[in-house]
């Protein structure tokens, strides 16, 4: 399938799986977090905090890390990230003290902006040419698999045996995925586009990748759609009470239907993401807009209507970051590295702006207003997008 052999296949699944421990290490405590503040003897804001240190240390180190690693060979750092997730969730897991946790999560975060930089460059140097956006979605089905399983099986092993059985869990997984790309994962030097990077300083390349207007076009988006899905979906919960009085296992099972709305987004992303890369973005962003538009339309009469509008987000954004993530290698494909590492702190600066932004509209009572806002936001992203990319990169 896709002209890939059983080697790329597997490399490919495995990086996923990786994708799928990062994310879910990432939110581990959201579901835990009573059970961690109880054993850590801390409060639970304290331990709500792991999450947003997590985001603030993975946007701060990420370009230094990448830019002075980016002529390093993709096996070696692949190799390496995954096996500090390992070592660090292991750490977690055994972790006597509060301080011990945080020191551990920051290992994570530290590797996680080296991983979600390099992961996207890895899975298109193990495919043929042409087959740029199919590689992306293959990974990020893995990021996509972590909403939907991730967080739920984590925490439901950590009600029946504890947390730190949880993590330990997690870093098993981990552990094979680092076993079989050990075993399949060819080497990987970095030379094709990027060849001549180990040879320049990384001020240079820096310097020479910020001049990348269309690049910067790009996470200038990234940061748009980032706040405009975080301030709903941070707080989706509570639309859904209040406008349609979904809570308990009926809001399970809306947000079950969300999570396989995103898988599903990630794989017909993935079929047409190659052959349409701009008609296929400009798809996904009209259809995340409407969706969140459908929000405000059907809250107040259909509770049909709101459900069918709130999956279809979840299937609309899954596969927002793939063609994201597709189109900064193809407007940046000599410093694919490093405009990743860009790609991944505009993202965190969206994750953080976007929860902030909606906490502040409930404090203020206005907890209607955010799909209003959130897709006004996207239908101005829409049009940055397309005001970015008429001037397309060669092969785009």
């Known amino acids: ?19 799928f421990t990062y994310n879910t290490s990432e939110s581990f405590p959201v579901g835990l977090l009573p059970q961690m503040a109880s054993d850590l003897v801390v409060s639970e804001a304290a331990v709500g905090r792991l999450l947003t240190v997590y985001a603030v240390f993975v946007a701060l180190t990420v370009l230094p890390l990448v830019t002075m690693l980016s002529g390093v060979s993709r096996r070696r750092l692949v190799l390496a990230t995954v096996a500090m997730l390992v070592v660090s969730n292991l750490a977690m897991a055994i972790a006597p003290t509060y301080g011990w946790v945080l020191g551990s999560r920051l290992v994570s975060a530290t590797t996680h ?48 045996w504890g947390w730190r059985t949880a993590m330990a869990a997690l870093a098993l997984v981990a552990g094979v995925a680092f076993i079989g790309l050990a075993l399949v994962l060819p080497a990987l030097e970095v030379d094709r586009p990027d060849s001549n990077t180990s040879r320049t300083p990384w001020w240079a390349l820096v310097r020479s ?14 940061v748009v759609l980032v706040v ?36 599903l987004g990630v794989w ?3 079929r047409f993401a190659d052959r349409y890369p701009h008609g296929s973005g400009l798809a996904c962003m009209a259809l995340l807009a409407l969706a969140l538009l459908g929000i405000v339309l059907f809250a107040s009469w259909s509770v049909v209507g709101l459900v069918a509008s709130v999956v279809l987000v979840g299937g609309a954004f899954a596969a927002t970051p793939v063609f994201l993530q597709s189109t900064v290698l193809r407007v940046a494909p000599e410093t694919g590295d490093i405009a990743s590492s860009l790609y991944v702190v505009a993202f965190q600066i969206g994750i953080a702006g976007g929860s902030l932004a909606g906490g502040f509209a409930v404090d203020s009572g206005w907890l209607n207003v955010i799909p209003w806002a959130a897709a006004g936001t996207t239908a101005a992203g829409l049009l940055l997008y397309w005001v970015t990319t008429r001037q397309r990169a060669p092969g785009y």
Do not use: H
């Open 1 to 19: 399938m896709q002209n890939l052999d059983a080697r790329a296949w597997t490399s490919l699944i495995l990086l996923a799986f990786v994708a």
């Open 113 to 160: 902006g080296i991983f979600w930089s390099i992961v996207a460059p890895t899975a298109v140097m193990l495919v043929p040419r042409g087959k740029m956006g199919f590689a992306t979605a293959v990974v990020f089905m893995g990021s996509s698999l972590a909403m939907v399983a991730g967080t739920p099986l984590t925490t439901a092993l950590g009600a029946i």
């Open 209 to 222: 990748t910020l001049q990348n207007w269309a690049l910067l076009g790009l996470c200038a988006l990234t």
């Open 228 to 263: 405009a899905y975080f301030a709903t979906y941070t707080y989706i919960s509570l639309i859904l009470d209040q406008f349609a009085g979904i809570t308990g296992e009926a809001l399970g099972v809306v947000l079950l239907g969300y999570g396989l709305a995103g898988i």
């Open 268 to 270: 017909v992303f993935g």
